[in-house]
């Protein structure tokens, strides 16, 4: 097979990080296991270049990487491809756990982890026969649907070869003059919170890579210049690994600027937190969610509020800048507590924000529980983007959980806010929260009709004498 395309399509929709153009890594690391294997390969992603339907068309095979909100584009794209002869495979989450509706639209659905089995199903392909040994494999033969057992996953991480940049048509961008390298050193999760996938798709067994190879792979790439941004779903999940990691940087003298995302109990070690500095960490992206201490429970967080605003301390001490995640829209949450939780972000020491609406997604018990209780409202995936309503709420309605969501951004993100933090000379501060207000603005003039449509609707008015 001497074409193979991998595309990673994105959103037309804008999020908070839609400048951010980064794409993940799952698509390009199997491009480099395929071109170790010789074939031909290429990798495309919308949010660094657009592909043409023509480049496409001249694969030999075209795999798709799928989540919720970029699905349809998905689906589009697969069908026209298999309309002219091209065979398409689908993987990522949402094919992994919508898996007989992927198959409407793909000759082959990938499940789960696909390093070890892409190059066995590439071979099936131009041999014509294996499918079926193809653990993760589901596909159609002679009008039959077949689900192989489970894929393999990768036990020991150490054994994946780095992702080849070069492979990625229109290269890594910049992010304003900075140009940010992705980089993913484990994968799974310790915790089990109520809205998330992750578990589901990699497991609460964390697997990391060692210490050593993050630290040879992190030397041998020129960093001058540019930002680590580390993909890792809990980056500071092993306190230890983490303590070693932070030291063989500074004991190695590599000198660069990174992020994580990380849970608030790493500010249970302040000297930890300490450290990461030293080693350049200057921003984590933290899942606060919530100051609602029933909702922190309902979401499964093992986390209080005082802890939460400890740790929001911590980072301050320690010159780590917060972006702060919140999550609305819980069985749990009011009106009131929506407020309460949105003004906690503005009066404490958190730099940006993002606040999501909590967004069903499946192979999780909160989309399970939605679909038994009749709960949701739309099935329009492009809207599963943490930015639109699409279940019905306990205690709002859709349009006043999105329009408490809207308001929150705009009284965080407002001029007065912003230019007080200009007034006290912290820049970077100040053109974050700019740039967090030309998000807020671009969703609320993208999603206008969606709002409308909520406003109007029955749903909307019942509770309309309670708005305010």
Not at 58 to 64: F, N, W
Not at 118 to 136: N, Q
Not at 194 to 202: G, K, P, Y
Not at 356 to 381: A, C, K, N, Q, Y
Request: proline fraction near 4%.
């Amino acid at each position: 097979m001497s074409r193979i395309v991998l595309y990673e399509p994105a959103t037309h929709r804008p999020h908070v990080f839609t400048n951010f153009r980064l794409p993940r890594l799952g698509v390009l690391l199997l491009g480099t296991i395929l071109k170790e294997h010789g074939h031909d390969v290429k990798v495309y992603a919308d949010v660094v270049r657009q592909p043409s339907m023509h480049q496409l068309l001249d694969a030999d095979l075209v795999g798709i990487s799928t989540i919720e909100s970029t699905t349809p584009k998905c689906y589009e794209v697969a069908d026209a491809l298999r309309e002219h002869g091209v065979p398409v495979v689908l993987g990522g989450p949402h094919a992994t756990f919508m898996t007989d509706e992927a198959l409407g639209h793909a000759d082959y659905v990938f499940r789960g982890e696909a390093e070890i089995g892409i190059v066995r199903l590439v071979e099936a392909i131009i041999s014509g026969e294996g499918l079926d040994e193809v653990r993760g494999l589901s596909f159609r033969s002679r009008g039959e649907v077949f689900h192989n057992g489970p894929a393999e996953t990768v036990s020991d991480l150490d054994s994946l070869p780095d992702p080849d940049f070069g492979l990625l048509v229109g290269g890594l961008s910049k992010t304003w003059s900075l140009t940010v390298v992705p980089i993913q050193t484990s994968r799974g999760c310790p915790h089990e919170c109520f809205f998330c996938s992750v578990t589901a798709m990699f497991g609460r067994n964390v697997r990391y890579q060692s210490v050593e190879k993050v630290l040879d792979g992190l030397e041998w790439m020129d960093l001058r210049g540019k930002h680590v941004f580390f993909y890792d779903d809990h980056f500071a999940a092993s306190k230890k690994r983490l303590r070693g990691l932070m030291e063989g940087i500074i004991e190695r003298g590599m000198r660069f600027d990174w992020s994580a995302q990380a849970r608030i109990d790493v500010a249970r070690d302040e000297e930890l937190v300490r450290l990461m500095h030293r080693a350049g960490c200057r921003l984590l992206y933290v899942g606060i969610e919530s100051v609602n201490p029933n909702t922190l429970k309902a979401f499964r967080k093992g986390q209080t509020v005082d802890e939460i605003e400890r740790a929001i301390e911590v980072f301050r001490r320690c010159r780590i800048a917060l972006h702060g995640m919140f999550m609305f829209g819980a069985d749990t949450d009011t009106i009131e507590s929506i407020r309460a939780t949105a003004r906690f972000s503005r009066e404490r020491s958190i730099g940006t924000v993002q606040y999501m609406i909590l967004t069903p997604v499946p192979e999780t018990p909160f989309f399970d529980r939605l679909v038994s209780e009749g709960r949701m409202r739309i099935r329009d995936w492009s809207l599963y983007d943490g930015q639109h309503s699409v279940f019905e709420p306990a205690n709002m309605s859709r349009y006043e959980l999105h329009r408490e969501t809207m308001r929150a951004y705009e009284e965080f993100y407002s001029t007065p806010r912003i230019l007080a933090k200009f007034a006290q000379l912290k820049i970077v501060p100040g053109i974050g929260m700019l740039y967090g207000r030309r998000i807020r603005t671009r969703l609320e003039r993208v999603n206008r009709r969606f709002v409308d449509s909520l406003r109007t609707t029955s749903e909307g008015s019942l509770t309309s004498s309670r708005v305010m």
